[in-house]
């Protein structure tokens, strides 16, 4: 297979990809974060009583407007203790915040505008206007009105705004399911010694972590060594996990070890591409097979994190039924950049938003795809389209977040 580019790469990776329609019910915290499987209303009106917004008094606004007469004090309402009576012409209620509002008041004084008089009447100093410092009913919303529609990101607001209606659980969309599986006998797991020959793995984690920020559920898959047995095994595991996606790490190049291709050829994978123009992450491979999509990222550390961040996490958030962000943003160059060869170049580069949020791009020294504390000290990709000329520091250019 011939390389193709980066964008026919994320079109096809992303084609037919579509939000999973398995739903699970959760209670409010465990749903925050995730995403609405459908339409929620109302089970309740908020308020659901005329309420105070103040500490003060029930008062009949037309009392006030006739001139500074003292009121009877009758009296008192409480956020959850509503005062029995009626207030008639004259006549107040000591109300605190959130306390319902008795019958024949409309208005409330605060209490900075009341004196006391030395009889225990309440003395206005203010006047008031009809519904002054009063929520009435619903003014939040009504029983049976749309609260979030399926498929929104359930915020800490649209949390809240759920147990307001009356909501103890909510149904959500289940998170995709991506088992993630590293390759190669040389890999130990972290706080193994590793031999001679041999070095710890830490790719699996990073994807893992990068699968569960963007809404997937990332399912360990360990290691497994260079055999196409095993990785055969694996891969059938998945299968009948009922895996989403299917991520291997490693052997995805063309040395006589490198056996993930040979194991998806020989189970039947139809592969969408295997290799991308860029650098680092050019031997990656995706297809499907059966119901699972399938992600070969390469094994060098900056290549798999960064083939992962461009297609893999898309991928994830289209499943998880989560917007797909532009792959993009706009900035300024921090430094010269030199011409570039034929492949897109994504060149881990620190990133400073300033002020007024413009984001200068500047290229970490050194860019080996071994290198991981280059990239875990990397806010961003900058992005080289192939045979782009020199740039002067200071010129426009995209870059990758990777927040
Ligand atoms: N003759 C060629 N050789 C290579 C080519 C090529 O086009 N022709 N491509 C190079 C590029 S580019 C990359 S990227 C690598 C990718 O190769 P593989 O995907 O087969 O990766 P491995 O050979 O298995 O491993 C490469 C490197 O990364 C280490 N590794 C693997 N898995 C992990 C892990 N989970 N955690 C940490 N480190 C890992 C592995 O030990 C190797 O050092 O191929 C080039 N070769
Ligand atoms: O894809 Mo490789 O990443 O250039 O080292």
Same mark, same amino acid.
């Given at each position: 297979m011939s390389l193709i580019s980066v964008d026919a790469a994320y079109r096809l990776i992303l084609q037919d990809a579509a939000p999973i329609a398995r739903t699970e019910e959760l209670t409010l915290s465990e749903a925050a974060g995730r995403v609405l499987a459908s339409d929620i209303v109302a089970?309740?009106?908020? &308020? /659901?009583f005329d309420a105070s917004?103040?500490? @003060?008094y029930a008062v009949r606004s037309a009392d006030l407007a006739a001139g500074p007469t003292p009121l009877r004090l009758i009296g008192e309402a409480a956020a959850g203790r509503a005062f029995g009576g009626t207030a008639g012409a004259g006549e107040t209620v000591r109300i605190f915040t959130g306390a319902p509002v008795p019958e024949g008041a409309d208005a409330i004084l605060i209490q900075e505008d009341a004196t006391v008089d030395g009889a225990g009447r309440i003395l206005p100093g203010a006047t008031v206007s009809e519904r002054q410092h009063v929520r009435f009913a619903g003014i939040d919303f009504g029983e049976g009105d749309t609260l979030l529609p399926g498929g929104c990101l359930l915020s800490p607001g649209a949390i809240a705004l759920a147990a307001s209606g009356g909501h103890p659980t909510l149904t959500v969309r289940q998170r995709p399911r991506v088992a993630v599986l590293a390759t190669g006998d040389e890999l130990v797991l972290p706080g193994v010694a590793p031999g001679p020959a041999q070095i710890v793995a830490s790719n699996g984690f990073g994807v893992a972590a990068m699968v569960s920020a963007a809404g997937g559920e990332a399912l360990d898959y360990g290691i497994a060594p260079d055999d196409k047995t095993a990785i055969a095994a694996r891969l059938d595991k998945a299968l009948a996990e009922g895996a989403d996606i299917f991520v291997t790490i490693g052997g995805? /190049?063309? @040395?006589?070890?490198?056996l993930v291709g040979a194991v998806f050829a020989e189970r039947g994978v139809a592969l969408?591409?295997?290799?991308?123009?860029?650098? &680092? @992450?050019? &031997?990656l491979m995706a297809g499907r097979l059966h119901d699972t999509r399938i992600v070969g990222l390469p094994g060098n550390p900056a290549s798999s994190m960064v083939a992962a961040m461009l297609f893999l996490v898309p991928l994830v958030s289209r499943l998880a039924g989560r917007p797909v962000r532009p792959l993009y943003r706009h900035g300024v160059l921090g430094a010269a950049v030199p011409e570039n060869g034929e492949r897109t170049d994504f060149v881990r580069s620190v990133v400073v938003i300033d002020d007024d949020g413009i984001a200068t791009v500047t290229p970490l020294p050194r860019q080996d795809s071994s290198l991981l504390s280059i990239y875990a000290h990397a806010q961003g990709l900058l992005m080289r389209a192939p045979q782009a000329p020199p740039a002067a520091a200071g010129e426009p250019c995209r870059y990758v977040p990777l927040d």
């Open positions: 089970r309740r009106t908020q &308020p /659901s917004a103040m500490d @003060g995805a /190049s063309v @040395g006589d070890h490198d969408d591409f295997w290799k991308v123009a860029m650098r &680092p @992450g050019k &031997p």
